[in-house]
């Protein structure tokens, strides 16, 4: 099933639902919530624009073997206009590989296990040893985001508000705070609770998250798209000085590992937790994460 449309009023919004096998269906509901992905149908219909930048174009591979070498560090290799990155799994021989795709194999969407991109052979030239992946996919970084997340009855939440690099691993954690963030102040409007305006401090407070977010995964995803020589040297050097100076490692950890396990977040600015004017500004309110 797919939604083909949808059309809203003051008091419900009517979505037209294809099944997969033709058959048509018009579905009403009070509200509507885009959950449908980067290529989110409900966003294009709304008309919310996804605004920001896209880059290079990678391929993840899962599990490819290396027959040769035998050190477990993290690999990156940065020549001209090309980077192989290698992650070891636990598994020993067992490597995620990232690497640039040439224009050609990124064209569009397919099967990519045909495409054999220059920098593997880079790596087996260079005595890495690169075997027969598992699997392969293929995706490019960006880093956009939708302005509003909410248009009267219909509103977006995660992939399909904004899309990012998967550098920092944060795309399903986010659509998950949304999730919550979303249907307890629904419900709370739905059953009488509260007035509509409270839907308003939806947008209000996770589009500056996905903003930061944005920023977080623009920094990482710049780290490993360096595209000079010198990158693939500087860069394992720095790596191993953070690994071996123990306070300089513990710092990283925690800025990194606070950001990624989002106890950082808080919606400190909302309308919902600021003073207002029946409220003494130095009165303590709770700050909803």
């Known amino acids: 099933m797919r939604l083909a449309d949808l059309t809203q009023d003051a008091d419900a919004v009517r979505a037209s639902l294809v099944h997969a096998d033709g058959r048509e269906e018009v579905c009403t509901a009070s509200w509507l919530v885009g959950c449908d992905g980067g290529h989110s149908t409900v966003r294009k219909r709304l008309g919310l624009e996804l605004v920001g930048e896209s880059s290079e174009t990678w391929m993840p591979r899962g599990r490819a073997r290396r027959h040769r070498g ?98 920092s ?73 953070v690994n071996t100076v123990r306070p300089l490692r513990r710092a990283v950890q925690r800025k990194v590992l606070g950001g990624m396990s989002g106890l950082k977040i808080d919606y400190g600015t909302s309308s919902l937790t600021t003073p207002g004017p029946t409220r003494s500004p130095t009165s303590r309110t709770p700050a909803p994460s």
Request: aromatic fraction near 6%; glycine fraction near 10%.
């Open 70 to 167: 035998g050190t477990r560090q993290h690999l990156l290799d940065a020549h001209r206009r090309t980077r192989l990155m290698m992650v070891p799994f636990a598994r020993a021989g067992q490597w995620r590989i990232l690497d640039t795709v040439p224009t050609t194999a990124a064209a569009g969407p397919g099967r990519t296990e045909d495409c054999s991109p220059p920098s593997s052979a880079r790596a087996s030239a260079t005595g890495s040893g690169v075997g027969p992946a598992t699997w392969t996919s293929v995706f490019t970084f960006q880093q956009r985001m939708v302005e509003r997340m909410q248009d009267d009855r219909v509103l977006v939440a995660g992939d399909a508000a904004h899309v990012h690099s998967p550098a």
């Open 169 to 241: 691993g944060q795309g399903m954690n986010t659509g998950i705070q949304e999730a919550y963030s979303l249907a307890w102040k629904l419900a709370m409007v739905e059953q009488g609770h509260a007035g509509r305006e409270l839907l308003e401090t939806y947008s209000e407070e996770r589009v500056p998250i996905g903003a930061a977010l944005l920023g977080s995964t623009r920094t990482a995803t710049t780290l490993v798209q360096f595209k000079n020589a010198l990158a693939g040297v500087v860069l394992p050097i720095a790596l191993r000085v």
